[in-house]
């Protein structure tokens, strides 16, 4: 199993192998993009160039041979929401109402994407459903430049879920617990919300100056992210010292050498904290030159989360 997970400017990826009943890491290893994975890049050459150089650099890399592919891509390439039919439809007067809502919503691009309906926890009047839409377009050039080099794409998943996937696994997290994944970047952050064990909310927001943030955008009406990145700026302007909105924030980020992501790693906040992604599970070889500490190791935790989804958890 290959897993390829991409970012803004960089291209990490590892490969998972099977020696009789035991899983191997074989490597985990990180590339540089040669034009930035971003939305607004889609239509030009040089965009479908790098994702065939990256392909072609990540087949060359693996240490056996492999062409199965589960593949993670940034938030910001999917539109997220939440949506609501009345309780006790059937399946096909389901996705007529959630078809109309989503098309609704998305207008004129609704017929250029693919819409995935997920159901999650509800109340008796109502099923809700996580929508997640991307478009068909960047599907099809991923397709066309893996399969070029031999390579096939079985599995794409989101890197915040994906993330949180080897959070809720390495921590052992309580199925009633409250938390929340936080992915920085320099402009622009994500902050996922899993509630007992379920997708509550996603949010898009941004710290506009040194005192104030900005919500750009949130999967659902629901004020609960919001309560969390107010506390996240309150933590950042040393206004408060924990949090209340949810049990813990895991963060991490991609740009390693972000000034606030370091200074972050130095708070000594009790429910705020990174993850050392392979202190468990060590790989065979593993691209160190970021550094081998815990904020360098996170970057790789959207990996870790593909490989769960073959390795068996370890018995209680």
Known sequence: MICVSFSNEYVSY??????GNEYIIETVQKLPLTHPFLPENINNPEFTESLTRAFQDILSGLPKP????ALVLPSIWFDISIQSTDAGLSEEDQEETLNWKVAKRLGTAFD???VQYYPIPSSDTAQDFLTVSYFKEIGKKLLTASQAVGL????IDIDLFSAAAAIERLEGIKANERWAVWLIDDQIHDLLVIDQ???RQYCRFSFADIETYRILHKSSADDISEKIVAELNGIRTFEIESFSAVDRVYFYSHSVDSEFFNMLLTYDIENL????TFEKYKPEKLY?????GIGAMCQFIELL???FRKMPKDPE
């Open 273 to 276: 904290k990174t993850i050392d």
């Open 305 to 307: 989360g593909l490989m």
């Open 197 to 199: 064990g379920n997708f």
């Open 66 to 69: 492999d062409s199965y592919v």
């Open 288 to 292: 160190e030159e970021d550094g081998d």
């Open 152 to 155: 096939n794409i079985n599995i």
């Open 112 to 114: 250029r994407k693919f």
């Open 14 to 19: 590892g490969q998972l192998i099977k020696e």
